[in-house]
């Protein structure tokens, strides 16, 4: 047990909206997109499958780093997307660059490129690495045409939830809410020869209204670090490992060791085939229950729309509509665990400061719009299997199936 210190209120006076809002800031995606040509959607052509010969004579493919192709090969060796240098096509996404694989350090240049990602209108180019993929992270992909390229250098999220008022039973009574803010900062830079360092800065808030039978603080927060190493080669392996130390707690708490949170996680993946990878790993999720949490499962590309992350504890099938103007649109569906936990004042938060953990499913279905370093989404959802335990005298209880709309960006 780490002994008792005094947290004062006034170093984080700001609610996370405000944080993020006194930096002017946006955030870009990952990629610079695929050209589509045939089929139609929203009144524009939809990306040809791989072997549509109506198209070949007239509409050559388009890699995901803007190489035009028509051999259809996709630059495929070995199961996996050769870097390609750019070429016609990459003049529709000037903005983007492919960055050199040869790492350049922790470069003065990086204090320019924040204020220019700050900036949502900067013409700042971005760079862009290809070869790299994260199976729960958040690129996008064109189905057996290959995923969005990894973003170089820094990116923006930020991210709304509201879960409306439901029942709840067992410890208590009445009914609670739950509003979810989540934003971040990363930085990614290679610093070795298929190393990446991946830095995320998280400023995350909950706000709850209920239930009746428990006084509960109004609004916790999360200031936490994850620290991950990329590995990935020209072979089909790639790899992420990560610690993820945090501090959770409310404005007002006496910090213990139930403020903090230290998560870890390895994983690895294996391409077999254009259409196939396989993901294996685990999580350590530190909460009042310590979890061991399999990060594994299948990744599916039937064809060039489809993408399917048969995954746990996040699941995602996408399908890439097409491209309206210089905008990308897919469609997706995820399925996803979550499990938190947070230092929680109960009553008078002298008295007693317990920590509490929520857990439930997450079903939703979604819209994301991608236009050069911009991306967009949309959800509506549905949660269940909620379940609240805390560590101390505090009883637990149960909240009822509910709702969910969720909406963020990417800068």
Same mark, same amino acid.
């Given at each position: 047990?780490?002994?008792?210190?005094?947290?004062?209120?006034?170093?984080?006076?700001?609610?996370?909206?405000?944080?993020?809002?006194?930096?002017?800031?946006?955030?870009?995606?990952?990629?610079?997109?695929?050209?589509?040509?045939?089929?139609?959607?929203?009144?524009?052509?939809?990306?040809?499958?791989?072997?549509?010969?109506?198209?070949?004579?007239?509409?050559?493919?388009?890699?995901?780093?803007?190489?035009?192709?028509?051999?259809?090969?996709?630059? &495929?060796?070995?199961?996996?997307?050769?870097?390609?240098?750019?070429?016609?096509?990459?003049?529709?996404?000037?903005?983007?660059?492919?960055?050199?694989?040869?790492?350049?350090?922790?470069?003065?240049?990086?204090?320019?490129?924040?204020?220019?990602?700050?900036?949502?209108?900067?013409?700042?180019?971005?760079?862009?690495?290809?070869?790299?993929?994260?199976?729960?992270?958040?690129?996008?992909?064109?189905?057996?045409?290959?995923?969005?390229?990894?973003?170089?250098?820094?990116?923006?999220?930020?991210?709304?939830?509201?879960?409306?008022?439901?029942?709840?039973?067992?410890?208590?009574?009445?009914?609670?809410?739950?509003?979810?803010?989540?934003?971040?900062?990363?930085?990614?830079?290679?610093?070795?020869?298929?190393?990446?360092?991946?830095?995320?800065?998280?400023?995350?808030?909950?706000?709850?209204?209920?239930?009746?039978?428990?006084?509960?603080?109004?609004?916790?927060?999360?200031?936490?670090?994850?620290?991950?190493?990329?590995?990935?080669?020209?072979?089909?392996?790639?790899?992420?490992?990560?610690?993820?130390?945090?501090?959770?707690?409310?404005?007002?708490?006496?910090?213990?060791?139930?403020?903090?949170?230290?998560?870890?996680?390895?994983?690895?993946?294996?391409?077999?085939?254009?259409?196939?990878?396989?993901?294996?790993?685990?999580?350590?999720?530190?909460?009042?229950?310590?979890?061991?949490?399999?990060?594994?499962?299948?990744?599916?590309?039937?064809?060039?729309?489809?993408?399917?992350?048969?995954?746990?504890?996040?699941?995602?099938?996408?399908?890439?509509? $097409?491209?309206?103007?210089?905008?990308?649109?897919?469609?997706?569906?995820?399925?996803?665990?979550?499990?938190?936990?947070?230092?929680?004042?109960? $009553?008078?938060?002298?008295?007693?400061?317990?920590?509490?953990?929520?857990?439930?499913? &997450?079903?939703?279905?979604?819209?994301?719009?991608?236009?050069?370093?911009?991306?967009?989404?949309?959800?509506?959802?549905?949660?269940?299997?909620?379940?609240?335990?805390?560590? $101390?005298?505090?009883?637990?209880?149960?909240?009822?199936?509910?709702?969910?709309?969720?909406? $963020?960006?990417?800068?």
């Amino acid at each position: 047990m780490m002994p008792d210190f005094h947290y004062n209120a006034d170093m984080m006076s700001v609610t996370p909206l405000l944080f993020w809002l006194s930096l002017l800031g946006t955030g870009p995606d990952l990629s610079p997109s695929i050209q589509p040509t045939s089929g139609a959607v929203f009144g524009q052509p939809l990306l040809a499958t791989a072997y549509d010969e109506s198209v070949r004579s007239v509409a050559p493919q388009v890699d995901t780093f803007g190489r035009q192709d028509n051999d259809f090969s996709m630059h &495929r060796r070995d199961g996996l997307i050769r870097a390609q240098s750019p070429g016609p096509g990459f003049d529709e996404a000037p903005e983007f660059i492919l960055a050199d694989p040869c790492p350049r350090g922790i470069h003065r240049d990086l204090a320019y490129e924040l204020l220019d990602t700050f900036n949502p209108m900067s013409k700042a180019t971005v760079r862009v690495l290809p070869g790299y993929y994260d199976p729960f992270g958040w690129q996008a992909s064109y189905g057996t045409n290959g995923y969005q390229s990894w973003r170089l250098g820094w990116s923006l999220f930020h991210e709304v939830a509201v879960l409306p008022m439901a029942p709840v039973s067992g410890g208590t009574t009445g009914q609670m809410q739950i509003t979810e803010w989540n934003s971040n900062l990363k930085l990614s830079e290679l610093i070795a020869p298929g190393v990446l360092l991946n830095i995320t800065g998280y400023f995350n808030a909950r706000y709850w209204d209920g239930p009746g039978g428990i006084d509960l603080g109004g609004q916790v927060d999360q200031l936490s670090t994850d620290l991950e190493l990329g590995f990935f080669n020209d072979g089909p392996w790639s790899a992420q490992v990560a610690f993820h130390p945090q501090i959770v707690d409310g404005y007002e708490s006496r910090l213990n060791s139930y403020a903090f949170n230290f998560d870890g996680r390895a994983i690895a993946t294996y391409m077999a085939s254009p259409e196939w990878s396989f993901v294996g790993g685990v999580g350590i999720w530190d909460r009042v229950d310590l979890m061991v949490v399999p990060h594994a499962g299948v990744i599916w590309t039937p064809d060039t729309h489809w993408e399917l992350r048969l995954l746990y504890p996040k699941s995602r099938i996408s399908y890439f509509l $097409g491209r309206k103007g210089k905008t990308d649109f897919w469609v997706y569906g995820t399925a996803e665990y979550c499990a938190e936990a947070w230092q929680a004042d109960i $009553g008078d938060p002298t008295v007693v400061a317990d920590r509490i953990q929520l857990t439930d499913d &997450r079903v939703s279905l979604g819209l994301r719009w991608d236009s050069g370093r911009h991306s967009i989404f949309i959800e509506g959802g549905y949660v269940f299997n909620r379940q609240v335990k805390f560590a $101390g005298p505090t009883p637990n209880f149960d909240i009822s199936n509910t709702g969910m709309i969720r909406a $963020g960006f990417r800068f």
